[in-house]
């Protein structure tokens, strides 16, 4: 309350977890940097920052107990100075953020996305990561690397990590450890049976002969029934897997933890720890495709966080809320874009973030289990200089819908371009533009690039834009809707 004042102002977020994901892995983000996204993240009512702190790439924070583990893993500037948060860093910046609203969250990943160049002296922490294995037999994309799970040092080491991270993210609604896109031969390089190894190799890489794409050597929590071949997780990884995250997040730990959700789904692994941990959705699959998927048990127990990259339409999937989709050529197969397609504003504002096609998911139980969404950028193709120009105005949409929640659409009512109807248009996306064409322009009088979604010209005279639009949109009650 405020003494005098006439007003009675009542405003709450319809979701309390409202995030952006940056990977400062894959490339390095600047203190400096981060201090100015959270100063926009707290202006917007965006509450959480998810820091991807470790991969493949690189490591980007100091560890008091295993000084080394930055500095042979950081990037290193055109000086030769290493590219890393210090304990102060990471302190100063939580203590920044909680001043502004916003929360720190930290992630250092696992079993696989570990650093490549670990697996060198002195530290010997990864497995399988010459560089002719750099193959999508063993990984997502290059560079790949397996934490060493069956090395008790190894875990201790990691372990020793998530402690520090306890006791520096004191904001944090949760530590989270990865988890995700775990291929059959690189989890088996960790492996002590050389005979099993042998084996795994033989059947789930190109390179022993077989494929990491058949069935057998898939994430799955189990074996079909009519199967006679070895499948690889269900009858010998995940038990492996479960360990791992065990040593990582043991059952006494006070603090909540947070994962991938193909940990659960694909791998049937159990997060530690006795506070509620969440399962962060990273993919929507397409309507009838094959999936464990999360139960309504596993509601009841964990937090849900949509972070879906894509949705499903006709004609395959489009962006959702990574931002990073749709820029540039793809970095790997040399295609003429990336792996998504663009994620536009208006799927952010527009489609019902609790949505998904599991049918379990949209259980009374599933759904009053979500407790927000991130959007993400993640650091293979973007960096200080292009982040913020892919983030806003986009974020801004995104927050609005994390806030106020008003009415949404489904990805079934969408067409096949990804367009809600124009009813929909005139009621909810067309006031939105404007706000969203203030936000652009107030950011331009501060001197901060930020993308623009209409010239200029339509956020001085929006009456002659809106006008040309609304021939474009799907007329009627709804957009086609999919069988």
């Known amino acids: 309350k405020i003494p005098g004042c006439p007003h009675n102002i009542a405003d709450s977020p319809a979701f309390p977890h409202r995030g952006l994901l940056v990977d400062t892995a894959r490339t390095f983000f600047p203190v400096s940097w981060l201090k100015d996204l959270i100063v926009e993240l707290g202006e917007f009512k965006l509450n959480v920052l998810h820091l991807h702190l470790t991969d493949t790439a690189a490591w980007s924070f100091e560890v008091e107990k295993h000084p080394d583990v930055a500095s042979q893993l950081s990037y290193r500037n055109i000086n030769g100075e290493a590219q890393t948060y210090s304990r102060q860093d990471i302190r100063e910046l939580v203590e920044f953020a909680r001043l502004r609203g916003v929360s720190l969250e930290p992630e250092v990943d696992g079993p696989v996305h570990a650093p490549t160049l670990a697996s060198a002296e002195p530290l010997k922490l990864t497995v399988d990561t010459d560089y002719t294995l750099s193959t999508d037999d063993w990984g997502a994309e290059p560079p790949v690397g397996t934490w060493n799970f069956s090395s008790s040092r190894v875990t201790g080491v990691l372990r020793d990590v998530f402690e520090q991270l306890e006791e520096d993210f004191v904001t944090a609604p949760y530590i989270h450890v990865g988890g995700d896109e775990p291929h059959a031969v690189a989890v088996c390089a960790a492996l002590t049976d050389d005979t099993q190894k042998a084996a795994c190799r033989k059947q789930c890489s190109s390179a022993g002969g077989g494929t990491p794409y058949q069935p057998s050597c898939g994430a799955t929590p189990t074996k079909p029934k009519e199967a006679t071949e070895t499948y690889w997780f269900p009858e010998v990884l995940n038990e492996k897997i479960q360990g791992y995250f065990d040593a990582v997040s043991p059952p006494e730990a006070t603090v909540p933890f947070a994962a991938w959700s193909g940990v659960r789904e694909d791998m049937g ?146 067409s096949s371009k990804g367009q809600p109807n124009a009813q929909y248009w005139k009621d909810h996306l067309q006031g939105a533009l404007h706000r969203l064409n203030a936000v652009v322009e107030n950011f331009v009088l501060r001197d901060m690039d930020v993308a623009r979604l209409q010239p200029k010209f339509c956020f001085d005279h929006p009456e002659h834009c809106d006008h040309y639009t609304e021939p474009f949109l799907p007329q009627g009650d709804s957009a086609a809707v999919l069988v």
């Open 269 to 414: 692994v159990q997060l530690g720890g006795k506070a509620k941990a969440a399962m962060q959705l990273c993919e929507f699959p397409q309507p009838g495709a094959k999936s464990w998927g999360l139960t309504e048990e596993d509601c009841e127990r964990y937090d849900i966080i949509q972070s879906s990259a894509t949705h499903p339409l006709e004609g395959g999937d489009f962006g959702w809320l990574y931002l990073e989709c749709g820029e540039g050529q793809n970095w790997i197969s040399m295609g003429n874009s990336y792996w998504c397609s663009r994620a536009p504003w208006v799927s952010m504002y527009s489609l019902n973030i609790t949505q998904h096609s599991n049918p379990v998911l949209q259980s009374e139980t599933c759904q009053r289990a979500f407790v927000g969404a991130e959007i993400a950028i993640w650091g293979e193709i973007t960096g200080p200089g292009n982040a913020m120009s892919l983030i806003f105005p986009r974020a801004v949409a995104f927050a609005e819908r994390m806030w106020s929640n008003p009415e949404a659409v489904t990805w079934e009512q969408m």
